[in-house]
């Protein structure tokens, strides 16, 4: 079984968005507890998985992880230091819910924009992005600016968000860009 509904999440983005493919190298940030990691695992197989989270990851056989708050410059460096370059970077980062819509949304998009911030960093061309969300009314400027830097970007709903109404995936597909170079 796996650690978290969340995984199923993920099985159900990558069959519809076809985005892990074996020896894949694959960054999952907010991995805790770890279900998209097992999954990442699976589908990569051969490649390597690496997860990011505030919160300890219990081990999973073949992932990396790395400790850190990803709104902290630290850990954005750590993460390039240590990754390198990423085939696909995966976020299912979300805020603590206050139960306040707009500032829950601003949040999950800040969030979102450090994800994007980390795939300019390591996402190697032509490599993909899956970043979490919640709709409101900061999320057209957040896919047009993953548009500006992917060949294409969709959305998708999975089955397993309907009960979390306002959740939804942004997929950038083909990263058009080489990954900005890194000062220590
Ligand atoms: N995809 C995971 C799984 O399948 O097990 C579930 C992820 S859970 C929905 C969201 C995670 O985002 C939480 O573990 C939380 O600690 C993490 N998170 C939220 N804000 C974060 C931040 N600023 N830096 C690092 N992790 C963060």
């Known amino acids: 079984g796996y650690r978290s509904r969340s995984a199923y999440k993920l099985q159900q983005i990558d069959d519809t968005a076809d985005l892990i493919a074996p020896s894949d190298t694959v960054i999952d940030l907010g991995a805790a507890p770890g279900g998209w990691l ?9 490649g390597r998985v690496v997860g990011v989270d505030r919160q300890r990851i219990e081990s999973i056989d073949g992932v990396e992880t790395v400790r850190g708050d990803l709104t902290e ?45 980390v795939a300019r960093t390591i996402l190697t061309p032509g490599g993909d992005l899956v970043v979490k969300a919640f709709d409101g009314r900061d999320l057209d400027d957040l896919e047009a600016d993953i548009e500006d830097e992917f060949e294409y970007v969709r959305t998708v709903r999975p089955d397993a968000s309907r009960d ?17 170079a890194v000062d220590d």
């Open 38 to 46: 097992q999954v990442a695992a699976e589908r990569a197989d051969g």
């Open 73 to 117: 410059e630290s850990t954005q460096a750590e993460i390039a230091e240590r990754v390198g370059k990423a085939d696909l970077v995966l976020s299912d980062m979300a805020p603590n819910m206050t139960g306040e819509y707009e500032l829950d949304h601003a949040r999950s998009i800040h969030l979102a924009r450090q994800a994007l911030d």
């Open 164 to 180: 979390e109404s306002s959740e939804l995936f942004l997929v950038g597909k083909g990263r058009m860009t080489a990954p900005v």
